[in-house]
């Protein structure tokens, strides 16, 4: 068996570029696993904030806003895997602004999935929360809703629109927040 791999460079007429390249296939591999390792041994500045909140009794909405591409999925994805309790991931990425039965939808998904598995706490992610027209008044209503049931089920925002985010916070939620930028 060939050791090697090889690359081909050629140039097509749009102007890509192919490189040719004669490379050890035991190191290529190796280099991958360990670039791999890095970038999920790798945590954001706020992982053990979050983690250290989360693991309180529920108390505030954890809210996780900043520029797209900053790595806030990657943050909260990562505090999700590193807790045990149970939880769920939710994007509004390409929900229409003017869907707020979907945000109503998966908090409703939460809480069954919560009962089925009897689990005392439950935490709800919501990505691009701020592409959802109102957002603030229904997360409010829903978050109180459980805490007047006692309910534990724990909730983070993700947004990269600041201005946007920011307004809603100001108008309804300001009360019950942890924000981190």
């Known amino acids: 068996m060939n050791n090697y791999c090889t690359i081909n460079n050629t140039r097509h007429r749009k102007g890509f570029v192919r490189q040719r390249m004669l490379v050890n296939r035991g190191l290529m591999e190796t280099l ?9 041994m790798f945590q954001r500045i706020h992982f053990h904030s979050i983690v250290s909140r ?13 520029p797209r591409q900053v790595g806030k999925t990657t943050l909260v ?9 149970p939880s769920s991931f939710e994007s509004a ?13 998966i908090w409703q998904n939460a809480r069954i999935r919560m009962q089925q598995l009897e689990a005392p706490e439950y935490i709800l992610a919501i990505d691009e929360i701020q592409k959802i027209d109102n957002w603030s008044e229904m997360v409010k209503q ?35 927040l942890k924000v981190y930028t």
Do not use: C, H
Not at 32 to 40: K, Q
Not at 93 to 105: P, Y
Not at 150 to 174: C, D, F, M, N, P
């Open 54 to 66: 989360l693991s309180e009794p529920k108390k505030f909405i954890q809210v996780v806003m900043g």
């Open 32 to 40: 991958y696993s360990t670039l791999s390792n890095l970038y999920f």
């Open 93 to 105: 990425d390409g929900v229409s602004s003017s869907e707020r039965a979907w945000l109503e939808q």
């Open 142 to 176: 829903l978050w109180d809703e459980d805490a007047m049931q006692g309910r534990a089920l724990k909730v983070v925002l993700l947004g990269s629109s600041r201005l946007l985010i920011q307004q809603e916070l100001t108008e309804s939620l300001a009360v019950d």
């Open 77 to 85: 994805t990562q505090v999700l895997k590193a807790l045990s309790q």
